[in-house]
């Protein structure tokens, strides 16, 4: 069969009837015109035709951090590790990426807020991350800043009502930072800002030492303590200073001119009529530091203000050292450093996620120097 419809094929007639039907097919279906393809638009005539809605815009997701915050106040134990947004600097403002932070004893009273009002203050700002000291490295810049750039290392006193130092990256106000000295380790620096600052402000803006005067420095062995030392005798003051048996050698390696062991001696024996007295420890010590300022000199406190009849009798001056971020006192911090007239003193590192340990440290009131939270690994 197949040999048979083969040969038909073949025959003339049978090709003149296919090249027929070829040509009746050509002339009814011209070819189409190939153009170029077009966006369908919707039909203007048609009212029933509905817009075509654009796609939702997602928003970019946040880069996240790993911080220390507080849901709530109390002890150690409200102190948690939690992955939250990454802030972003506004007009004046830094973010710093944080190598270090200090731990202060400030840290513990803001968690704890044991005093109503403050605990007031703290509870509207839950949740809150801590830490008011950091040293490490600028990432972004926010509009008008003209001190600092990018990649800047940098240290800085966070204000209190802000904090954010416990964690990897922190917003720094331009006024509140300074670079950082360059012969000190992140770690180091960090130990400076808040206790260095304080020490400052205590003796030489509330307390007005000059040189030639003499001042006793009670708790010399501390995180203030270790910086007041120092930068009295740099002023060119005659230095006394209180610290526990152990720490006696310290405070003459800091420049102390008498090392008073209060274990064994009790400071109003051997100290009288000194122009200023800078008050790191409090209570009873704060009490009889009265009697040893000489009439007209000044008692300076840290932690609570000093009783204003004592004062009176006494026929002295008192206050309470407010202490406050000062970009301008801190650059001048880093001279001194740079001049090797002061130097931090860090007695424990300890990784982030072992603030709880500490803060049970500063805990004891036994600390030497200072305790600093490392955050990331020195660049």
Not at 22 to 33: D, F, K, N, Q, R
Not at 292 to 319: H, Y
Not at 338 to 346: D, I
Request: net charge neutral; with cysteine; hydrophobic share 45%.
């Amino acid at each position: 069969m197949m040999d048979d419809l083969a040969g038909a094929l073949r025959a003339p007639w049978m090709a003149a009837v296919c090249s027929c039907l070829v040509g009746i097919l050509s002339c009814a279906a011209p070819a189409a015109e190939t153009r170029p393809s077009e966006p369908v638009q919707p039909s203007e005539a048609s009212p029933s035709a509905a817009p075509v809605a654009p796609a939702p815009q997602l928003e970019p997701k946040r880069a996240m951090m790993k911080a220390i915050r507080i849901h709530a106040v109390g002890d150690a134990d409200v102190m948690q590790q939690e992955e939250i947004p990454r802030p972003e600097p506004k007009a004046g403002e830094l973010l710093v990426r944080v190598i270090a932070a200090g731990v202060n004893p400030v840290d513990a009273k803001m968690r704890q807020a044991t005093r109503k009002d403050l605990r007031a203050l703290m509870e509207s700002r839950l949740p809150f991350v801590l830490g008011l000291d950091v040293a490490g490295v600028v990432t972004q810049v926010g509009e008008g800043v003209s001190r600092f750039k990018q990649g800047d290392a940098v240290y800085a006193f966070l204000d209190q009502a802000r904090g954010g130092g416990y964690a990897e990256y922190a917003i720094v106000k331009e006024g509140e930072a300074a670079l950082k000295p360059a012969s000190l380790s992140f770690k180091e620096a960090a130990a400076v800002p808040l206790a260095g600052l304080t020490a400052w402000q205590g003796l030489f803006e509330t307390a007005s030492l000059e040189k030639g005067q003499t001042v006793l420095i009670q708790g010399a062995s501390g995180g203030v303590g270790v910086f007041a030392v120092q930068l009295a005798k740099a002023r060119g003051a005659r230095v006394l200073a209180t610290a526990s048996t152990r720490n006696q050698e310290l405070l003459r390696e800091l420049g102390a001119d008498l090392a008073i062991d209060y274990t064994r001696t009790s400071f109003d024996r051997v100290v009288r009529n000194v122009d200023v007295v800078l008050d790191n420890v409090g209570g009873d010590t704060t009490k009889r530091s009265i009697d040893v300022v000489r009439r007209g000199g000044f008692l300076a406190t840290l932690l609570e203000a000093p009783d204003a009849e004592a004062l009176k009798k006494r026929g002295i001056q008192g206050a309470r050292v407010q202490a406050h971020p000062d970009a301008a006192t801190l650059e001048k911090m880093t001279a001194l450093i740079e001049e090797k007239k002061v130097r931090p003193l860090v007695s424990e590192t300890l990784p982030l996620s072992e603030v709880r340990t500490a803060h049970e440290m500063i805990a004891t009131r036994h600390t030497r120097g200072k305790i600093v939270l490392v955050v990331a690994e020195e660049p």
